[in-house]
Nanobody, 126 residues
Framework: QVQLVESGGGLVQAGGSLRVSCVAS????????MGWFRRAPGKEREFVAA????????YYADSVKGRFTISRDGAKNTVYLQMNSLKPEDTAVYYC???????????????????WGQGTQVTVST
């Protein structure tokens, strides 16, 4: 049974930092491209960041570049999103997602990811 379980969300003041985590099980994590997406109230789900299966390549949305860092730990089957210099517009539910690397590399397209977590709420106050 495939599971992606996010944690680490919460309330933080603007300018602060937060790290969200996603623990994967039920599939070969070491061969999966992992991504983070988010959905703000009243908006579509949008791409945030992704990391290749080997961890050597990353890609970020322009809105978070230079502030967010995605990483993965194969020993723990976990992908992280370190978020610094948070802004109120970063408020959203954050989801992790997995894509089998056999199907291709990093992608920003939601439908390319087949496994999704339930999401964790991140709220940035002014």
């Amino acid at each position: 049974q495939v599971q992606l379980v996010e944690s680490g969300g919460g309330l933080v003041q603007a300018g602060g930092s937060l790290r969200v985590s996603c623990v994967a099980s039920g599939f070969t994590f070491s061969r999966a491209v992992m991504g983070w997406f988010r959905r703000a109230p009243g908006k579509e789900r949008e791409f945030v960041a992704a990391i290749s299966w080997h961890g050597d390549s990353t890609y970020y949305a322009d809105s978070v570049k230079g502030r967010f860092t995605i990483s993965r730990d194969g020993a723990k089957n976990t992908v992280y999103l370190q978020m610094n210099s948070l802004k109120p517009e970063d408020t959203a539910v954050y989801y992790c997602a997995a894509r089998n690397s056999i199907l291709g590399g990093i992608t920003t397209t939601t439908r390319d990811y087949v496994h999704w977590g339930q999401g964790t709420q991140v709220t940035v106050s002014t």
